[in-house]
């Protein structure tokens, strides 16, 4: 099991950045990957970005050249610095665990911070 906790979210204006943390703590020695997603009401929760176990990046359309993804898996951190934020990035953002431990892969959740973007 793995539990996380996030941090970092609340109100910025249009234009400005945020730096969301989050820390995974319990079997953090089976950790594949660790990532950020997002969901706004009525939408379907959405990849940002995510790192692997070799350090390898990858991201989605949706905050892509507006955000920096990076952390240490080993010891079970995440960053997701955001910047040129924008209303429409309005939401409740997520961090993402996978691991995996005798070849079987498991997926958690941390509790979602919400972030505003508005004047």
């Known amino acids: 099991q793995v539990q996380l906790v996030e941090s970092g979210g609340g109100l910025v204006q249009p234009g400005g950045s945020l730096r969301l943390s989050c820390a995974a703590s319990?079997?953090?020695?089976?950790?594949?990957?660790m990532g950020w997603y997002r969901q706004s009401p009525g939408k379907q929760r959405e990849l940002i970005a995510f790192i692997t176990s070799a350090g390898s990046t990858m991201y989605a359309d949706s905050l892509k050249g507006r955000c920096t993804i990076s952390g240490d898996t080993a010891k079970g951190t995440v960053y997701l610095q955001m910047d040129s934020l924008k209303p429409e990035d309005t939401a409740v953002y997520y961090c993402?665990?996978?691991?995996?431990?005798?070849?079987?892969?498991?997926?958690?959740w941390g509790q979602g911070t919400q972030v505003t973007i508005s004047s």
């Open positions: 319990g079997s953090i020695s089976n950790i594949a990957s």
């Open positions: 993402n665990v996978g691991t995996l431990g005798f070849g079987v892969p498991r997926y958690y």
